[in-house]
C-alpha cells in the first residue's frame, strides 16, 4: 500500500449509470490529482486540487464533476459515460513545494 | 509545447544484465524530473528523482543520468531482476508549477 487508497478496483457501468470513484490518503498532503490512463497514451491529467481547492480541470467533460471534501479525500462523480471513457482512473496526492506524487492502484472502469 | 518522450516503446534484457532507459523532454524550462514504475494493476510508484541543477543521481541498483545540452534523461537499473519487469514512465515540472508531465512509457521485460 502506498497510502492512497482507491475504491472500487474495477467498476463496470452502463452509460445511463451515475457512479463515484474515491480516493483517500492519510499522508498529511495537501494536493490530490486525477488522471485517466488509456492504453499506449501518457497518463492524462483531468483535476488538481490545492488546499481542497480546483485549481485546474483540463478540458475534461462535463460528465465527470470532481469532489475535494477535505484534503484527505477526493471524489470523481461519472454520469452518461461513453464507452471511450474506460480506462484506468488513477488518483494521486502530494505535499505542494514537495513534487513527487504518490499514487494509488487505480479503479479499473469499463463503460458498457 | 510540452512533451515528454521515451525512445523506445519496449525493452527486453536478460536478468542480470544492466537496463537503460531512455527519455526526451522538449521544456528546457523543466526543473525537476522524477522516473516512476508501474506494475500491473498498480500505480506508478516512485523509484528515483533529480533537479536540475544535478547530471547524475544514485539509487539502490538506479542510477538517473540528466543531460540539459541535449533534453536527455536516462534511467540505470543495474543486475536487472524479474521484479524489474514493469513499464516506466518519466515525468517533468517546469519551474514554477505543481504540475507533473509524463511520457508514454517503456515496457521492460526481463528474461530468465
Known amino acids: 500500500e502506498t497510502g492512497v487508497t482507491q475504491t472500487p478496483r474495477h467498476l463496470v457501468m452502463g452509460m445511463t449509470n451515475k457512479k463515484s470513484l474515491k480516493c483517500e490518503q492519510h499522508l498529511g498532503h495537501n494536493a490530490m490529482y486525477w488522471y485517466k490512463q488509456s492504453a499506449k497514451k501518457p497518463l492524462e491529467l483531468m483535476f488538481v486540487?490545492?488546499?481542497?481547492?480546483?485549481?485546474e480541470n483540463n478540458s475534461v467533460p462535463s460528465r465527470f464533476s470532481p469532489e475535494c471534501p477535505n484534503s484527505s479525500h477526493l471524489f470523481l462523480h461519472l454520469h452518461t459515460l461513453q464507452p471511450e471513457d474506460s480506462a484506468l482512473y488513477l488518483c494521486?496526492?502530494?505535499?505542494?513545494?514537495?513534487?513527487?506524487?504518490?499514487f494509488g492502484s487505480g479503479t479499473r472502469l469499463t463503460v458498457v | 509545447g510540452e512533451s515528454v518522450g521515451l525512445h523506445l516503446p519496449t525493452l527486453s534484457v536478460q536478468e542480470g544484465d544492466n537496463s537503460i532507459i531512455n527519455c526526451a523532454y522538449s521544456?528546457?524550462?523543466?526543473?525537476?524530473f522524477i522516473w516512476y514504475k508501474q506494475e500491473s494493476g498498480k500505480g506508478p510508484q516512485f523509484i528515483i528523482d533529480?533537479?536540475?541543477?544535478?547530471d547524475k543521481r544514485q539509487g539502490q541498483r538506479v542510477t538517473v543520468l540528466l543531460n540539459k545540452t541535449v533534453k536527455h534523461l536516462s534511467l540505470q537499473i543495474a543486475a536487472t531482476q524479474p521484479g524489474d519487469s514493469a513499464v516506466y514512465f518519466c515525468?517533468?515540472?517546469?519551474?514554477?508549477?505543481?504540475?507533473?508531465?509524463f511520457g508514454k512509457g517503456t515496457k521492460l521485460t526481463v528474461n530468465p
Open positions: 533529480i533537479r536540475s541543477n544535478m
Open positions: 494521486a496526492s502530494s505535499s505542494l513545494g514537495r513534487y513527487g506524487y504518490t
Open positions: 515525468a517533468e515540472k517546469k519551474g514554477g508549477s505543481e504540475k507533473l508531465v
Open positions: 521544456n528546457s524550462a523543466s526543473d525537476y
Open positions: 486540487y490545492s488546499l481542497e481547492e480546483r485549481v
